[in-house]
Structure formats: structure tokens, C-alpha cells
């Protein structure tokens, strides 16, 4: 398919306005349905985590010292976002009971930690009444989040009850301040998910800065790509999520974006996928955009990448 340096002009627009708003109201919806459970609010509005990011949050605490930090995670926060009605990602996270990792030989004594009792109502339990108190029919459970219809106001939100994920195993002095810091997300089915979403946030401000505000708009048109390459019968462009494409092209070296900066984006574009193309070894050693985890865990997962990027460099033709 061939694209123009208008066509990609367009792939790789911000949020508007409209839906910057739209997401605001998303998150202020949780929080006021939160506040009833005796919560209050920690700052007078919502404001985003990092400078030039979508990531609002707000930290809430109840009289009782229980504590939860709400935040826009995933492509809206990142403002990666194409799809104008994808949902909006919403992470509830406690923060006063977490879970822990720490080396070997290290214990919660260490750290003077104690381990709580299992309540008779979890946490995602707590937070699905509160959401049905306020949003009634509107609200649907599901395996990892709980789903909020939108309407003109608000957007379609999937909120995330999770708990603090707290990495001691690089801490040597018992500092109970000294962790990596990620989420645990415990799913109806008994899965237990850890995420690092505030590094990927921060990672992804950073890269978009050093690369002179070109790394996003690059993973906007690739996602926008992407989903054409679907509509076009590929189907190695089912088999990658928006969130992969997004760290992939976050794994390219600065340079390489700096050095194609005063070219078209649709020629900037172009050379990073050779770039992905004759460097397909190095994709076992990519990390997701949160510096952590890697990319491709497994063989199938390479596999589906590889394919992908050599089905893409095929599939993009430029004016």
C-alpha cells in the first residue's frame, strides 16, 4: 500500500481536545464513585504524573489510613492512542497492602512488614460496588477490570483494581523505600499479572523528548498501519498488540530518529522498519517501553514479531 506525507500527516495526531476532556471525566467519574467507601482526595484536581503526558492521576486516602492511587494507564495516557472509541485503561491501585519480592534470605521481618489477613470482600470486590452505586447498569465485571460504559461525556473506561507490587531484590540495606515499583493485577481466574505502567509512562515521555517529539507520532502511525495491514487480510497484524508495536519502535536508538529528523515522516518511517527488518536478532533482548520485562518472552512470541516486521516492510510503500 503506498502512503503519502499527508496520510501519515494525519496518522500521527495527538489526542484533541474533546478527548483529552473525555478522559478527565473518565477518571473523576472513579474517583467520586471511590469517595463514598470514605476516601478523600490528596490534591485539589487531577494532573498528570509526568510533564508532557496524558497520565492524569490522584491519590486518595481514608480516614482510617487506607490508601489508593488512581491513574489513566496504556495508550491514552501515553497519548499513543489512533482509535478515537477505544476504552480508556484506569489503574485503582492499593497501596497500603502489597505485595512483595526480595532475594533470597530476605523475609517481610526484614522490613518489618506483616502480612494481612484475607478480607471476606477483595479489593476489586469493594471497588465493583462502589462503581455500580454510582454508574448502576453501566458497569460490567470482567476477568482483569471492571468496564464503565461511556456516553458524550465520558469515554468507555476499564478500570483496573490492583495492588502495589513492591522489588526488593536489589536492595541491600533493608530500606523499605528502596524498590521497583509495578502493580499486581489479580484476575477473576486466579492469574496474577505484574505491570510496571508508571515506568512506561516515564520511559515514554523521555524517548519522546530525546528523539525531538518524533517517537509517538512514529508509534501512532504504526498502530494506524497496523490496523490497515488487518483490514487487508494480514494476519500477522492480529498476532501484535498496540502496546508491543509501541515498545518496539521504543527499542530503536534515538539516533536513528534523530538522524532521519529533518526527512518526511513518510521517509523517517521507512528507514526505521529497515532498521527493525536487518536487526530481527536483536529482538530477543528488547524490553517493553517500562525498561523491565522483555518484549518477547518466548519463541512464538519472536516468531510473531519477526513475521510482523518483515510483513510490514512489504506492505509499506511511500509517495
Not at 480516614?63 to 495516557?77: E, P, R, T
Not at 476504552?87 to 523475609?107: L, N
Not at 517493553?288 to 513475521?307: F, H, R, T, V, W
Request: hydrophobic share 30%.
Amino acid at each position: 500500500m503506498k502512503f503519502t506525507e499527508t496520510m501519515l500527516n494525519n496518522y500521527s495526531l495527538p489526542l484533541s481536545q474533546t478527548e483529552d476532556q473525555q478522559c478527565k471525566n473518565a477518571i473523576n467519574m472513579v474517583i467520586n464513585a471511590l469517595k463514598p467507601l470514605g476516601f478523600h482526595e490528596k490534591r485539589t484536581s487531577v494532573e498528570p504524573m509526568y510533564a508532557e503526558t496524558y497520565a492524569y492521576f490522584q491519590e486518595l486516602e481514608s480516614s482510617s489510613g487506607k490508601k489508593i492511587k488512581v491513574f489513566l494507564q496504556g495508550s491514552y495516557a501515553n497519548n499513543t492512542n489512533v482509535r478515537t472509541q477505544s476504552d480508556v485503561d484506569i489503574a485503582v491501585v492499593e497501596e497500603d497492602v502489597f505485595q512483595t519480592h526480595y532475594r533470597a534470605g530476605v523475609s517481610n521481618s526484614n522490613y518489618g512488614f506483616v502480612t494481612v489477613q484475607a478480607q471476606a470482600k477483595t479489593f476489586k470486590d469493594e471497588i465493583e460496588d462502589a462503581l455500580r452505586e454510582r454508574f448502576g447498569s453501566d458497569v460490567k465485571r470482567k476477568n482483569k477490570s471492571i468496564k464503565i460504559n461511556g456516553n458524550s461525556y465520558r469515554k468507555d473506561a476499564d478500570s483496573v483494581p490492583c495492588r502495589r507490587y513492591k522489588d526488593f531484590s536489589c536492595d541491600y540495606s533493608n530500606n523499605p523505600m528502596n524498590y521497583v515499583g509495578g502493580i499486581t493485577i489479580i484476575a477473576d481466574s486466579g492469574e496474577e499479572i505484574i505491570n510496571y505502567p508508571e515506568q512506561h509512562i516515564k520511559n515514554g515521555k523521555d524517548k519522546n523528548v530525546a528523539t525531538n517529539h518524533y517517537y509517538k507520532k512514529m508509534v501512532r502511525i504504526i498502530k494506524k498501519i497496523r490496523y490497515l495491514m488487518g483490514e487487508n487480510g494480514i494476519s500477522s497484524a492480529t498476532n501484535v498488540s498496540s502496546f508491543a508495536l509501541e515498545s518496539l519502535l521504543w527499542n530503536i536508538p534515538t539516533e536513528y530518529y534523530l538522524e532521519y529528523k529533518e526527512h518526511r515522516k513518510v521517509f523517517m518511517f521507512y528507514m526505521l522498519t529497515r532498521h527493525l527488518q536487518n536487526n530481527q536478532s536483536a529482538i530477543n533482548y528488547y524490553k517493553e517501553a517500562n525498561g523491565i520485562k522483555l518484549l518477547c518472552p518466548s519463541n512464538d512470541s519472536i516468531e510473531k514479531m519477526k513475521l510482523f516486521i518483515s510483513d510490514l516492510t512489504k506492505f509499506y510503500e511511500y509517495d
